[in-house]
């Protein structure tokens, strides 16, 4: 991957660290220790009251929770990202995942842009705050019209002078009822569109004409879920985040993060579905119980292969969409099974049940299951934009349904990983979907069974009906 200058990227560690330290065992007790003392005995208040208190954020500031991926010279305790890795690894087991989600998301998001790709000035003037806890960071780049696809996003800065004008909104964002300063990417130019002409900005929470709205969810009940409106929001030249060097590079600087969110999201996936199995422990049938062990497991070595290789320096996008998408779809089955397991007493509100609702929260935040596999394709050599060309095609037409199914035994198609493809290929007389087969699939479809190229629309039709 492509690294400008002055991004603080994780540093090549010792290859025969081969994980864990017993620094990092001391450090995971450590830790395991203060979220029993400090979050365990409070959730179901803060459940009840749909906030992780602003003190909390403090305690973890003195614990150093935040600290551990920036070094001493900003006031972090690291840069360690194993250690950070440990942290996500706790937090995911702390019983409640918003609690986990708004802690995460200011010691990831936020705050972590303004580190790797701030200005020494911002880096100053806010990250030292933030690792102490003292102020409450958030990321805003989803919005009401682009969520998966980042490049589609529609809030503006414009110039005025020397200063940005900024307009537009961003939904879903965590900690965005609460945040102190928030990092949002807006269009600088329109122009390059999304790719080329994306910057970040630093809003606070006083800069007049921004606003917040919490977001009611189904998990993460915990955390601020919040929609954020813009509104002219005047902000001086120094907000634009990383300066004129980054101006126009907010793609990059999403898509360079991610790799580390996602890991994040895995590792605490993965330790949250153990809570759950050791829990749900006996009620499960020793079959379902020693599966669920063993994906657990295979989850686990998964998403330890892209911690590995992420803390070496290695590119390692394909492994953390992969372990993103396992470890987040097998905590909810995890979950499922568990209160399957445990009967009507599973639907009470309590442990089990919160446990889903914040489980199934884990496939859509950080990019979708559906996304990961499309960055998982991309990975294998799928030519870009193929699948999503088709994929938009399908929503298009409706069919969004078939990227919930598993994939088909059989695809006739020539091209890897289309699902699209099987339905239209299916042998004579087998049920079909015809809305979900694009035109460009009917050509090569019409192809295989001795069409001509481009067939007349008789042999078009024909070719659905048979
Ligand atoms: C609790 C929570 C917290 C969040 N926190 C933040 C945050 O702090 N900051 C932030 O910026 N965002 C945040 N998000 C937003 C999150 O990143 C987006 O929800 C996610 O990227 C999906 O975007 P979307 O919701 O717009 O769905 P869409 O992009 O509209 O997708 C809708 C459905 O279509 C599918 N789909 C879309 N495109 C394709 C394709 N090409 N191929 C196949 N299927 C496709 C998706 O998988 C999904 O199932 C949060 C979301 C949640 C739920």
């Known amino acids: 991957m492509t690294n400008p200058a002055g991004w603080a990227d994780p540093p090549a560690l010792d290859p025969a660290y081969d994980l864990w330290t017993s620094e990092h065992d001391a450090l995971r007790a450590q830790v395991a220790a203060w979220i029993a003392e400090q979050i365990v005995p409070h959730v179901e208040t803060w459940e ?14 003195r614990a150093g929770i935040f600290g551990w991926k920036l070094p001493a010279s900003i006031g972090g305790n690291g840069p360690d990202f194993l250690a950070d890795a440990v942290i996500a690894e706790e937090l995911g087991a702390c019983g409640a995942g918003g609690v986990a989600a708004a802690l995460g998301a200011h010691k990831d998001l936020g705050p972590y842009y303004i580190w790797r790709f701030g200005t020494d000035e911002q880096r100053a003037a806010y990250v030292p705050r933030f690792l102490r806890g003292e102020l409450i960071g958030a990321l805003g780049v989803t919005e009401p019209d682009a969520g998966s696809d980042v490049a589609g996003l529609r809030t ?21 009822g609460w945040a102190d300063v928030l990092v949002i990417a807006a269009l600088t130019d329109p122009e390059k569109g999304g790719h080329h002409g994306l910057s970040l900005f630093l809003v606070e929470r006083a800069d007049p004409g921004f606003s917040s709205r919490r977001i009611s969810t189904l998990g993460w009940r915990t955390s601020s879920t919040a929609e954020l409106t813009f509104d002219a929001v005047r902000l001086p030249a120094d907000r634009l985040l990383g300066g004129v060097q980054m101006l126009d590079r907010g793609f990059a600087a999403i898509m360079h993060n991610f790799q580390w969110e996602r890991l994040g999201m895995a590792l605490g996936a993965v330790r949250a579905a153990s809570e759950i199995l050791a829990l749900a422990g006996a009620t499960l049938t020793p079959q379902v119980a020693t599966g669920l062990s063993a994906e657990v497991l295979a989850a686990r070595a998964l998403t330890y292969r892209a911690l590995r290789g992420y803390v070496a320096g290695q590119d390692m996008v394909r492994e953390t969409s992969m372990a993103k998408w396992y470890a987040c779809d097998l905590d909810v089955r995890v979950c499922e099974a568990a209160l399957a397991a445990a009967g009507p007493a599973g639907l009470r509100a309590g442990r089990l049940e919160r446990a889903l609702r914040d489980a199934r929260l884990g496939p859509i935040g950080g990019g979708t299951t559906q996304i990961m596999k499309e960055v998982i394709g991309r990975g294998y050599g799928l030519q870009p934009g193929v699948l999503s060309r ?7 037409l409706g069919c969004r349904s078939i990227w919930r199914d598993p994939p088909p035994a059989v695809c006739f198609c020539p091209l890897p990983l289309c699902w699209v493809g099987a339905r239209c290929c299916l042998p004579r007389g087998q049920p079909r979907r015809r809305r979900a087969c694009g035109s460009r699939h009917r050509r090569r479809c019409a192809q295989r069974r001795g069409a001509p190229r481009a067939g007349a629309p008789a042999q078009r039709r024909a070719h659905h009906r048979s």
């Open 390 to 396: 088709w994929t938009t095609q399908v929503r298009a």
């Open 156 to 176: 503006r800065a414009v110039r005025d002078g020397s200063d940005w004008i900024l307009d537009g909104a961003k939904t879903f964002i965590t900690n965005g």
């Open 48 to 61: 009840l009251t749909g906030a992780t208190p602003r003190e909390l954020f403090s305690e973890a500031g």
